[in-house]
């Protein structure tokens, strides 16, 4: 049973756009959660996180919404840049707090 | 050089071989974990471990062996290679369980015929 489900593989946005990358999670319990990036051929990156108890993070470009009552959160990259190409993962900590149980990954594509 | 080194970045090997793969980090991180990113499926957990001589199984540990003798090194060893286990396969440590310190191995491409 998956835990972090990101439902969209893919995004495909114009330069100078927003991004939205979406994330829902099933576990109510989750204290925080993460935002990864993954550039081809490197191993994941951490971007930004948000806490539990807040329902915006912001960090520059890249603004992390959670809406609780819906167990949903978002990822937003305004303005969309090429180099903001990836795979982007959304992350939570696992039911024993040990490790981070990661989505399936979303693939952006920012054309410029 | 200070980091986390995964190595061989390519390995084929034959079904049925055992291959081992090597993480070493440099920052004397207690936690150490590996997972395969695997299309359709992104990163699973198989081993992690909480220090030296502490491991525990992840999400998907079958096939799969972990020691960690040291703190600095955590090889990952398949006992028996399977044609599943093509992947490619993400070393990580971190100073706290938490996650937000997760510093990731440039991973290793894991291919067995």
């Known amino acids: 049973d998956q835990q972090v489900k990101q439902n969209s593989p893919s995004l495909s946005v114009q330069e100078g756009r927003i991004s939205i990358l979406n994330c829902d999670y099933t576990?109510?319990?989750?204290?925080?959660f993460l935002w990864y990036k993954k550039y081809p051929a490197e191993g994941p990156t951490f971007l930004i996180s948000?806490?539990?108890?807040?329902d915006k993070n912001e960090d520059g470009r890249f603004t992390v919404f959670l809406n609780k009552s819906a167990k949903h959160l978002s990822l937003h990259i305004v303005p969309s840049q090429p180099g903001d190409s990836a795979v982007y993962f959304c992350?939570?900590?696992?039911?024993?707090?040990?490790?981070?149980?990661f989505g399936k990954g979303t693939t952006l594509s920012v054309s410029s | 050089d200070a980091g986390i080194t995964q190595s061989p970045r390519y390995k084929i090997t034959e079904t049925g071989r055992q291959v081992t793969l090597m993480c070493h980090q440099t920052?004397?991180?207690?936690?150490m974990f590996w997972y395969r990113q695997d299309l359709g499926h992104g990163l699973r957990l198989i081993y992690y471990?909480?220090?030296?001589?502490?491991?525990d199984k992840g999400e998907v540990p079958d096939g799969y062996v972990v020691s960690r003798s040291k703190t600095e090194n955590f090889p990952l060893t398949l006992e028996s290679a399977t044609r599943s286990q093509t992947s490619v396969y993400f070393c990580?440590?971190?100073?706290?369980?938490?996650?937000?310190?997760?510093?990731f191995g440039s991973g290793t491409r894991l291919t067995v015929v």
């Open positions: 471990s909480a220090a030296a001589d502490i491991t």
């Open positions: 920052w004397s991180h207690s936690y």
């Open positions: 948000i806490s539990s108890i807040k």
């Open positions: 576990n109510s319990m989750f204290d925080y």
């Open positions: 992350a939570a900590p696992n039911q024993a707090g040990t490790a981070l149980i």
């Open positions: 990580a440590s971190s100073e706290s369980v938490g996650g937000y310190g997760y510093t």
